[in-house]
């Protein structure tokens, strides 16, 4: 039986949702299992590899705010895995939206992980510019923000040609 092409986009969409998943949750235990709390490694002149814990969202948003702020980004997490998965599975989603929707998935799926098993989210890629320092993230993060790019890129570009080749 031949597989039609939209249902190996929605394979693609929920393997790779799969794959970062499972790449992020070892990343994490292995940060976990091998490097001690606040403890910082230079691995690169320009990377470190950290152990920090983020309980807030991106940038550290609401990190302090008292706890409340992790049953909301579980909630929101929740929420958007759903949008996800029915963009993955809509008819007429393109290839590069379901790869996108499904980087994105992952990550949030992977930070959701987090924030329900440790209360917060590992976080362990620091790169600095000498003492200036990029927030640390970790693979999750690094996945939703690629997803993210692809989603803008086939906005732009992506559907810019198929409005020149329908004239």
Known sequence: MAVLPAERGVRLGFALAG???AADVATK????????YGAVHEWLPILNIVHVLNRGAAFSFLHDAGGWQRYF?????IAASVFLIWMIRRPGTSIMERTSFGLILGGALANMVDRLVRGAVVDWIDFHWGPHHWPAFNMADVSISIGAVLLVVHEVFG?????EANG
């Open 19 to 21: 794959l970062v998943l």
């Open 29 to 36: 235990a292995a940060i976990v299992a091998w490097v001690e």
């Open 73 to 77: 980004f579980i909630v929101i997490a």
């Open 159 to 163: 559907r810019k040609r198929l409005r």
